[in-house]
């Protein structure tokens, strides 16, 4: 049951990670002009802090608004994806519901700008960065991610009270939603028990939408590194998902034309669709090389607890259930590639074998002349 009070936040981090396509993998080379050092080599295949600066944030929620100061950074997932990551410092007074409608309502300002148009600006200048001079085409689709850290709030309550006096609240969090319908106790007690946290006093609460966060001082920077690489990888296979409905469009048009060609062989049908196998055979290849060691916790880190909380959040996230759906794709697209050979060698087959019946009846008929 809520407390008949306000859950107010004194002093905490509000956390928007926007995670976007970057266009493909960036060169080594290019990323030391960044970074110029050996991190590369220890982080290459994960999230790699490149940039960072500072801006004002404000926050508006009705009548209610506070300005504070923020921290903006580029995190570069190498295999394909960045992250755009927004640390807005709360120094002032505010209520957990407003920061809620806040959201929501997209009346956060960053640098003059609501937080969906500053996203948008400064993702088109990462974009320009990491591939300068080129035109590349990016995937629409984004994954944005909030997590909030409180420090100071009131009523001060330990992590058991402030699940059982503002679990509705949480879970709306928790939800990414702002709506009044009633929530289904099932629901509140499943989004509460995904805690990673691995002292009893902490608290750290994910969803597919966000986190929410107490305590965790010591170990936070561990975990939202564990968490930016989840959601890469899952941003990346929903892109790998887009690019290969894409080739197995083009590879059923391929398949239809046999049915209208008797000489299948002979058009470009076949080319077309061992294009888009070829793409569709490199992703899979790069799953294969780079990707599946990613997947993999105990590839991740040492550690036993980085290791089950790695794996916690890319089952929380469904990054296995888009990887799987990925594979079937690909294994998909390769059988009708399988078929199309079958019935492409069929028809040839028939034609050399009517040729080589009438280059004997020509034989036969030259010596009756």
């Not at 500053?118 to 994954?143: D, H, Q």
Request: net charge negative; charged share 25%.
């Amino acid at each position: 049951m809520d407390a008949s009070v306000d859950l107010i936040i004194l002093n905490g981090k509000l956390t928007i990670l926007v995670a976007f396509g970057h266009g493909g993998e960036v060169e080594k080379s290019h990323l030391k002009k960044f970074i110029g050092s050996d991190i590369i080599a220890e982080r290459w295949n994960k999230p790699i802090e490149i940039e960072q600066s500072e801006g004002v944030a404000v926050i508006v929620a009705g009548s209610e608004k506070i300005t504070c100061s923020a921290n903006i950074y580029t995190d570069v997932f190498i295999a394909g994806v960045s992250i755009l990551r927004t640390e807005i410092e709360i120094r002032d007074r505010i209520l957990l519901n407003d920061i809620l409608v806040s959201l929501h309502s997209n009346t956060i300002i960053v640098d003059g700008l609501d937080f969906q148009s500053f996203a948008s600006k400064k993702i088109s200048e990462i974009r320009g960065k990491l591939n300068p001079g080129m035109k590349v085409s990016y995937y629409p689709i984004t994954k944005k991610y909030t997590l909030l850290k409180i420090k100071e709030f009131t009523p001060m309550l330990d992590q058991k009270s402030l699940k059982e006096q503002y679990g509705v609240i949480l879970t709306r969090f928790l939800s990414g939603e702002t709506s009044i319908r009633p929530l289904h106790s099932k629901e509140i007690t499943e989004k509460l028990a995904n805690d990673l946290s691995y002292y009893d006093e902490d608290l750290f609460l994910a969803s597919p939408e966000g986190v929410f966060i107490m305590g965790c001082d010591d170990y936070l920077k561990d975990l939202r590194e564990l968490l930016e690489l989840s959601i890469s990888l899952l941003l990346l296979f929903q892109i790998y998902d887009m690019k290969i409905d894409s080739e197995i469009t083009n590879a059923f048009d391929a398949i239809k034309k046999m049915n209208t060609s008797k000489f299948y062989f002979l058009t470009q049908a076949p080319r077309k669709l061992e294009r888009s196998l070829l793409k569709v055979s490199e992703i899979g290849l790069v799953i294969l090389d780079d990707i599946e060691d990613l997947l993999n916790p105990h590839k991740i880190t040492q550690d036993w607890y980085y290791q089950s909380a790695y794996q916690r959040m890319l089952n929380i996230l469904k990054v296995w259930d888009f990887e799987k759906l990925v594979e079937h794709k690909i294994d998909d697209l390769q059988n009708l590639y399988a078929t199309a050979r079958e019935l492409s060698t069929e028809q040839l087959t028939m034609i050399l074998e009517a040729t080589i019946v009438i280059l004997i009846l020509l034989e036969i008929i030259q010596s009756l002349i």
